[in-house]
Antibody, heavy 119, light 107 residues
Framework: EVQLAESGGGLVKPGGSLRLSCVASGFTFGSHGMNWVRQAPGKAPEWVSS????????NYADSVKGRFTISRDNDENSVYLQMNSLRDEDTAMYYC????????????WGQGTLVTVSS | DIQMTQSPSTLSASVGDRVTITCRASQSINSWLAWYQQRPGKAPKLLIYKASTLESGVPSRFSGSGSGTEFTLTISSLQPDDFATYYC?????????FGQGTKVEIK
């Protein structure tokens, strides 16, 4: 069974930083691209960033480019999201999601970790 | 970015009803469309990909159709578990985008 478990969320002031982690199990981790998708309260999901199975290819949404950095450690079955220069509008539930195909849809999601940016 | 527009935003229906949700793309996305179901407090769950391919384990009462710019998700006979919010998502370009959602409520 595919399992994804996020952690690292919390309350942070505008301009602050946070690092999210996602630990995966139940599949060959290095064979899948991984993604971060966020969802602000009462809103639709928003794709944030993707990293290929080897870590060679990385993409970001324009809204986070230059502020967020995605990375992965295939030995630890983990993917990370380093978030810097956080803004109020980054407040959301952040989900780790597995991609079945590169730059496509998301076939398994974690339970999410809540990030709140507020002074 | 490609804009995805769903209609209606809210739908009231009864158990056993046939329900159809529409998703329109601002430009052609071929068949690169997925549908998700989200229950309150839970993560989205993949239902359909490539516009009409049912994800493994998803009940056959769910079906998807369409190509180009117009797509539909149909639930043939609404069940109590189906009251939830549904999202479409395009993956024609790397900047993937979701529709605003359709909430299916109990009538």
């Amino acid at each position: 069974e595919v399992q994804l478990a996020e952690s690292g969320g919390g309350l942070v002031k505008p301009g602050g930083s946070l690092r999210l982690s996602c630990v995966a199990s139940g599949f060959t981790f290095g064979s899948h691209g991984m993604n971060w998708v966020r969802q602000a309260p009462g809103k639709a999901p928003e794709w944030v960033s993707s990293i290929s199975g080897s870590g060679t290819y990385i993409n970001y949404a324009d809204s986070v480019k230059g502020r967020f950095t995605i990375s992965r450690d295939n030995d630890e079955n983990s993917v990370y999201l380093q978030m810097n220069s956080l803004r109020d509008e980054d407040t959301a539930m952040y989900y780790c999601a597995r991609g079945r195909e590169w730059l496509a849809y998301f076939d398994n999601w974690g339970q999410g970790t809540l990030v709140t940016v507020s002074s | 970015d490609i804009q995805m527009t769903q209609s209606p935003s809210t739908l009231s229906a009864s158990v056993g009803d046939r329900v159809t949700i529409t998703c329109r793309a601002s430009q052609s996305i071929n068949s690169w469309l997925a549908w998700y179901q989200q229950r309150p407090g839970k993560a989205p769950k993949l239902l359909i990909y490539k516009a009409s391919t049912l994800e493994s384990g998803v009940p056959s009462r769910f079906s998807g159709s369409g190509s180009g710019t117009e797509f539909t998700l149909t639930i043939s006979s609404l069940q109590p578990d189906d009251f939830a919010t549904y999202y479409c998502q395009q993956y024609n370009i790397e900047s993937r985008t979701f529709g605003q959602g359709t909430k299916v409520e109990i009538k």
